[in-house]
């Protein structure tokens, strides 16, 4: 037998007989399981998710399900290919032991794998204060439950509902709460809305949009505490900078965590950023040697990009999940040298105010904006990021159909500023900065140390929690 | 039925909308919204909106009938 | 005499009703300087790169070149670069689509039926009919009146203007025989009658508002105010000729392309529910504008290894792109299941076929009844014969041998 045959009869056979287990049963785990089945693998497949719903779209419930046109539990995921797996759901992981081989489940159960795809996304950060976290009125948004309940509490008409957080998905309940004639105001610590995504200078742009839309916008405050009534409902928010705002429904849309906690003690690179892996999706041990039996998709990896540098980058993206997933299935039943890579341009929507926001590349990857097509003032236009004389990204604010333009300028490293169009120039475009936020730093990164002297016994280690 | 539309494909062409206007909405130039669980009497519009989708960005349920198999 | 290029070949009459060899050889170079200095771009990856490049006009009035001829269209939505289209277009829409008009096409759809099946009803007894003159041409013409608001009569009026115009206008080695030189000459009277025609309409209903949607472009006051008074015919025309041509040709392609597989015929009779995804396959394999003419490039552009010099003339080639093997397995042959036929046969970018949804929902009713109601329909002659555009390309009669008209 030549060495080639020899290693296609070990890929059949483990089509055939291994085990694999995806842990998170949402959009990536779905759709890797689809291409696990339509790469002939056949052997026993097992999906395990904390939530009791088999997997869900998510997008929508920032829109149609709060607006109340479509129920909450009418956004389950239309399948690809039957998947004949087993179902685990409403259990969550809670742990990964790598040495015997086996996702440890919250009712004590062991399921063993021979190849393990982690795609166990991000969960909504919850309000800081447990006290008032727990008061009656007080929301956040990630799951089809949350979107439910928030629902109902807003056809219940409330007198002012108060959003803290002002990224996509606070923006866009904020449109909702409009489109629905509900008082809004809207406290973002930042100075704009959707800064952190796009920066400063459209930040300014979204913030005039809420505003024309009635928001009460207030940028630069933080929310210090909530007071809730006698019978435990939230009333009122105290703002730093000491005034108050009346409200009886109150979301916390302060971004996304990592959902990594299972794996402490697995031994991966994992921690406040998210799984780390190989473009490939093969997840990275803390020494940052890759493994060969644990993957990583969707929101929860964190990979480097050929078009940034290397660098790692977790992108919490629709399409992330899905080609993410897709690839990560493909090299779960492959071999070198039919390892697919994950090369995804990123690129986002979303929709709030009648604006369709829709953006290619990686935004704050750059550190100048310029405006290339259309009238800000209009709120159609198109603008461009770009760091170091190379284009790195791209948005556009109901201008969607010249996006895959500029996505293949990024795609060839185009020039910063790109050629300007042959018609419909703005009336400025001149670069400038575009304004992105220094990153904050995460309070809750794990250290890592190296121990060892001898070559052979240098491994990097958590320093213990204390 | 189920249905899920690749927003980033989606131009906002609205060619579903013309054809499902009770399933797909646009509001703006170009921000689509739709009910990604249809009812059934609405398959053979919806059908057309696929189809008619000049991105091909919408993705109808390929299991439509058969057993899903989720079990809990 | 120099060797004629394998688009200037495509482009001759005589190969109207098969442009596709030649199709075959233009693609060897996507992008194909030709010798009078306009580029054709023939490949699907690169047509849809132009139909999205910032640095590509639709505005013949931005080339260098100074003796144009003169543009029919001129101002309309299909000729002008945004903003102005961007404004125009979202102006005609409010009357038309989503988000102010969702269901108006949806509406039409039971007077599309009632017609088709008046159309099939006055086949009954005969033996041979004309799928053009008899059923591919009244059903849109007919529509197309109702949705703008053209009195029924003026269907035989702005037929023989148009078909005047469209014999006129040649692109290829033929433009200049003699026989196509009177027909040239023929198209201005036949242009000046046609906007005349519209102008006196639009002006009627200006005066006297009435259903459909010329009445509504010139009395409304939306956000954005009236189309401009000196483009408002030229998009009316456009929505008139272009909201009926296409479908026309579409119509009786889809009956050839049937015809010509019957495996294809046989699927869709047994399986109605496939002539949605089958129209789009029609289209993809014989699209209704082969190619378009007005865009040029406003800046050099690199592309497919060549470099379109500033100015240079453009032709979009729809009919070659969706032919094109490298994005279409077995782009020869129809395959009324294609996954992801993202075909262009509508063009793709801002100037998406305004008509589309349409057109569509037409076609669709008009193949479906066709397959129902018409009993053993065999070709008289393939290939039928050929109008002489090149852009709207469609046979001008096809001719059918039939056992009789079902219930």
Request: aromatic fraction near 6%; charge should be negative; proline fraction near 8%.
């Given at each position: 037998?030549?060495?080639?045959?020899?290693?296609?009869?070990?890929?059949?056979?483990?089509?055939?007989?291994?085990?694999?287990?995806?842990?998170?049963?949402?959009l990536?785990?779905?759709?890797?399981?689809?291409?696990?089945?339509e790469?002939g693998?056949?052997?026993?497949?097992?999906?395990?998710?904390?939530?009791?719903?088999?997997?869900?779209d998510?997008?929508p419930?920032?829109?149609?399900?709060?607006?109340?046109?479509?129920?909450?539990?009418?956004t389950?995921?239309?399948?690809?290919?039957?998947?004949?797996?087993?179902?685990?759901?409403?259990?969550?992981?809670?742990?990964?032991?790598?040495?015997?081989?086996?996702?440890?489940?919250?009712?004590?159960?062991q399921?063993?794998?021979?190849?393990?795809?982690?795609?166990?996304?991000?969960?909504?950060?919850?309000?800081?204060?447990?006290?008032?976290?727990?008061?009656?009125?007080?929301y956040?948004?990630?799951?089809?439950?949350?979107?439910?309940?928030?629902?109902?509490?807003?056809?219940?008409?409330?007198?002012?509902?108060?959003?803290?957080?002002?990224?996509?998905?606070?923006?866009?309940?904020?449109?909702?709460?409009?489109?629905?004639?509900?008082?809004?105001?809207?406290?973002?610590r930042?100075?704009?809305?959707?800064?952190?995504?796009?920066?400063?200078?459209?930040?300014?742009?979204?913030?005039?949009?809420?505003?024309?839309?009635?928001?009460?916008?207030r940028?630069?405050?933080?929310v210090?505490?909530?007071?809730?009534?006698?019978?435990g409902?939230v009333?009122?928010a105290?703002?730093?900078d000491?005034?108050?705002?009346?409200?009886?429904?109150?979301?916390?849309?302060?971004?996304?965590?990592?959902?990594?906690?299972?794996?402490?003690?697995?031994?991966l690179?994992?921690?406040?950023?998210?799984?780390?892996?190989?473009?490939?999706?093969?997840?990275?041990?803390?020494?940052?040697?890759?493994?060969?039996?644990?993957?990583v998709?969707g929101?929860?990896?964190?990979?480097p990009?050929?078009?940034?540098?290397?660098?790692?980058?977790?992108?919490?993206?629709?399409?992330?999940?899905?080609?993410?997933?897709?690839?990560?299935?493909?090299?779960?039943?492959?071999?070198?040298?039919?390892?697919?890579?994950?090369l995804?341009?990123?690129?986002?929507?979303?929709?709030?105010?009648?604006?369709?926001?829709?953006?290619v590349?990686?935004?704050?990857?750059?550190d100048?904006i310029?405006?290339?097509?259309?009238?800000?003032?209009?709120?159609?236009?198109?603008?461009?990021?770009?760091?170091?004389?190379?284009?790195?990204?791209?948005?556009?604010f109901?201008?969607?159909?010249?996006?895959?333009?500029?996505?293949?300028?990024?795609?060839?490293?185009?020039?910063?500023?790109?050629?300007?169009?042959?018609?419909?120039?703005?009336?400025?475009?001149?670069?400038?900065?575009?304004?992105?936020?220094e990153?904050?730093?995460?309070?809750?990164?794990?250290?890592?140390?190296?121990?060892?002297?001898?070559?052979?016994?240098?491994?990097?280690?958590?320093?213990?929690?204390? | 039925?189920?249905?899920?539309?690749?927003?980033?494909?989606?131009?906002?062409?609205?060619?579903?909308?013309?054809?499902?206007?009770?399933?797909?909405?646009?509001?703006?130039?170009?921000?689509?919204?739709?009910?990604?669980?249809?009812?059934?009497?609405?398959?053979?519009?919806?059908?057309?909106?696929?189809a008619?989708?000049?991105?091909?960005?919408?993705?109808i349920?390929?299991?439509?009938?058969?057993?899903?198999s989720?079990?809990? | 005499?120099?060797?004629?290029?394998?688009?200037?070949?495509?482009?001759?009459?005589a190969?109207?009703?098969?442009?596709?060899?030649?199709?075959?050889?233009?693609?060897?170079?996507?992008v194909?300087?030709?010798?009078?200095?306009?580029y054709?771009?023939?490949?699907?990856?690169?047509?849809?790169?132009?139909?999205h490049?910032?640095?590509?006009?639709?505005?013949?009035?931005?080339?260098?070149?100074?003796?144009q001829p003169?543009?029919?269209?001129?101002?309309?939505?299909?000729?002008?670069?945004?903003?102005?289209?961007?404004?125009?277009?979202?102006?005609?829409?409010?009357h038309?689509?989503?988000?102010?008009?969702?269901h108006?096409?949806?509406?039409?759809?039971?007077?599309?039926?009632?017609?088709?099946?008046?159309?099939?009803?006055?086949?009954?007894?005969?033996?041979?009919?004309?799928?053009?003159?008899?059923?591919?041409?009244?059903?849109?013409?007919t529509?197309i009146?109702?949705?703008?608001?053209?009195?029924?009569?003026?269907?035989?009026?702005?037929?023989?203007?148009?078909?005047?115009?469209?014999?006129?206008i040649?692109?290829?080695?033929?433009?200049?025989d003699?026989e196509q030189?009177?027909?040239?000459?023929?198209v201005?009277?036949?242009?000046?009658?046609?906007?005349?025609f519209?102008?006196?309409?639009?002006?009627?209903?200006?005066?006297?508002?009435?259903p459909?949607?010329?009445?509504?472009?010139?009395?409304?006051?939306?956000p954005?105010?009236?189309?401009?008074?000196?483009?408002?015919?030229?998009?009316?025309?456009?929505?008139?000729?272009?909201?009926?041509?296409?479908?026309?040709?579409?119509?009786?392609?889809?009956?050839?392309?049937?015809?010509?597989?019957?495996?294809?015929?046989?699927?869709?009779?047994?399986?109605?529910?496939?002539?949605?995804p089958?129209?789009?396959?029609?289209?993809?394999?014989?699209?209704?504008?082969?190619?378009?003419?007005?865009?040029?490039?406003?800046?050099?552009?690199?592309?497919?290894?060549?470099?379109?010099?500033?100015?240079?003339?453009?032709f979009?080639?729809?009919?070659?792109?969706?032919?094109?093997?490298?994005?279409?397995?077995?782009?020869?042959?129809?395959?009324?299941?294609?996954?992801?036929?993202q075909?262009?046969?509508?063009?793709?970018?801002?100037?998406?076929?305004f008509?589309?949804?349409?057109?569509?929902?037409?076609?669709?009713?008009?193949?479906?009844?066709?397959?129902?109601?018409?009993?053993n329909?065999?070709?008289?002659?393939?290939?039928?014969?050929?109008?002489?555009?090149?852009?709207?390309?469609?046979?001008?009669?096809?001719?059918?041998?039939?056992?009789?008209?079902?219930?």
């Open positions: 037998m030549t060495v080639p045959a020899m290693v296609a009869e070990v890929v059949r056979k483990f089509r055939a007989n291994a085990r694999i287990v995806i842990v998170g049963a949402s990536a785990g779905l759709r890797a399981a689809e291409t696990l089945r790469e693998f056949s052997g026993p497949l097992t999906i395990i998710g904390d939530e009791p719903h088999e997997p869900y998510r997008p419930l920032s829109k149609q399900v709060l607006k109340g046109w479509v129920p909450a539990d009418h389950k995921l239309p399948r690809l290919r039957e998947v004949d797996a087993q179902w685990r759901l409403g259990v969550a992981a809670t742990g990964l032991d790598r040495a015997t081989k086996q996702v440890r489940l919250e009712d004590g159960e399921v063993p794998y021979d190849r393990v795809l982690i795609a166990t996304g991000t969960r909504a950060r919850q309000w800081p204060n447990p006290a008032e976290a727990a008061l009656e009125g007080v956040t948004l990630r799951s089809r439950d949350d979107a439910a309940r928030l629902q109902q509490a807003l056809a219940a008409r409330p007198s002012r509902v108060l959003i803290i957080g002002a990224g996509f998905i606070g923006s866009e309940m904020a449109s909702v709460c409009r489109e629905l004639d509900l008082p809004v105001t809207v406290a973002e930042g100075s704009a809305p959707l800064v952190g995504a796009l920066g400063g200078v459209i930040g300014e742009i979204a913030a005039e949009m809420q505003r024309d839309h009635g928001v009460d916008l940028c630069g405050v933080g210090s505490s909530l007071e809730g009534d006698a019978d409902h009333r009122r105290r703002f730093s000491g005034t108050t705002v009346e409200a009886d429904v109150v979301v916390a849309s302060l971004g996304s965590i990592r959902n990594v906690e299972w794996l402490e003690g697995s031994g690179a994992s921690g406040f950023w998210g799984v780390g892996c190989d473009a490939g999706g093969r997840a990275f041990d803390i020494n940052g040697v890759v493994t060969d039996s644990v993957y998709a929101d929860v990896a964190r990979a990009h050929v078009l940034y540098e290397y660098q790692f980058l977790a992108m919490e993206h629709w399409d992330n999940a899905v080609l993410g997933a897709q690839a990560a299935a493909h090299n779960m039943v492959n071999l070198e040298p039919h390892y697919r890579p994950h995804l341009l990123p690129g986002f929507w979303s929709g709030q105010f009648g604006v369709n926001i829709k953006s590349g990686v935004p704050s990857f750059g100048e310029v405006f290339t097509q259309g009238s800000v003032e209009e709120r159609r236009f198109a603008a461009a990021y770009g760091r170091r004389g190379r284009i790195v990204a791209a948005v556009t109901n201008h969607g159909k010249w996006l895959e333009y500029y996505g293949q300028l990024i795609e060839e490293s185009g020039p910063f500023p790109p050629p300007p169009p042959g018609w419909d120039r703005p009336d400025d475009t001149k670069p400038i900065p575009a304004q992105f936020p990153l904050g730093v995460p309070t809750a990164i794990p250290e890592v140390v190296l121990t060892g002297h001898d070559p052979s016994e240098r491994k990097a280690v958590f320093r213990p929690r204390r | 039925m189920r249905i899920v539309v690749d927003l980033n494909r989606c131009q906002g062409y609205a060619q579903c909308v013309f054809l499902a206007h009770e399933v797909f909405r646009l509001s703006g130039d170009e921000t689509l919204t739709y009910e990604p669980n249809p009812d059934d009497e609405q398959r053979l519009r919806v059908q057309r909106a696929a008619a989708c000049p991105v091909q960005a919408i993705v349920d390929r299991l439509e009938g058969a057993e899903r989720v079990t809990p | 005499m120099a060797e004629e290029t394998p688009w200037q070949q495509s482009l001759r009459y190969n109207r009703a098969n442009p596709y060899p030649f199709y075959e050889e233009l693609r060897k170079t996507p194909a300087r030709q010798p009078d200095g306009s054709v771009v023939s490949t699907y990856r690169e047509v849809v790169q132009l139909l490049d910032l640095r590509v006009t639709s505005d013949p009035r931005k080339r260098p070149e100074p003796d003169d543009n029919p269209l001129e101002g309309s939505i299909i000729t002008v670069d945004p903003p102005q289209h961007d404004v125009d277009r979202r102006r005609m829409t409010r038309f689509g989503p988000p102010e008009c969702p108006m096409v949806a509406d039409f759809e039971p007077e599309i039926r009632r017609l088709t099946a008046e159309l099939l009803d006055q086949m009954e007894g005969k033996t041979r009919i004309d799928l053009v003159d008899e059923f591919a041409f009244p059903l849109p013409a529509m009146c109702k949705v703008l608001g053209v009195p029924l009569e003026a269907i035989p009026l702005f037929h023989d203007w148009i078909e005047t115009a469209l014999d006129g040649d692109f290829g080695p033929e433009a200049n003699p030189q009177r027909r040239a000459q023929r201005p009277d036949a242009v000046t009658g046609i906007r005349q519209l102008a006196d309409l639009l002006h009627q209903y200006a005066e006297q508002p009435g459909g949607m010329y009445s509504a472009m010139v009395n409304d006051d939306g954005e105010g009236r189309l401009p008074q000196d483009v408002i015919i030229s998009d009316a025309l456009l929505l008139l000729f272009a909201g009926h041509e296409t479908s026309v040709n579409l119509i009786a392609h889809s009956v050839l392309t049937m015809l010509r597989h019957p495996h294809v015929h046989e699927q869709l009779r047994h399986q109605p529910e496939l002539l949605v089958g129209i789009e396959e029609f289209l993809r394999l014989e699209s209704s504008v082969q190619i378009w003419h007005t865009r040029a490039a406003l800046e050099d552009i690199d592309i497919a290894g060549t470099t379109i010099p500033k100015g240079a003339p453009l979009i080639a729809y009919g070659s792109a969706n032919r094109d093997p490298e994005r279409f397995e077995n782009p020869d042959e129809p395959h009324i299941e294609r996954p992801d036929n075909h262009v046969g509508f063009s793709q970018g801002i100037h998406y076929c008509g589309a949804p349409l057109a569509r929902l037409e076609v669709q009713i008009a193949l479906g009844e066709f397959l129902r109601r018409v009993e329909p065999r070709l008289v002659e393939d290939p039928p014969p050929y109008r002489r555009n090149q852009i709207f390309r469609g046979p001008r009669h096809v001719l059918l041998d039939i056992d009789g008209i079902r219930d």
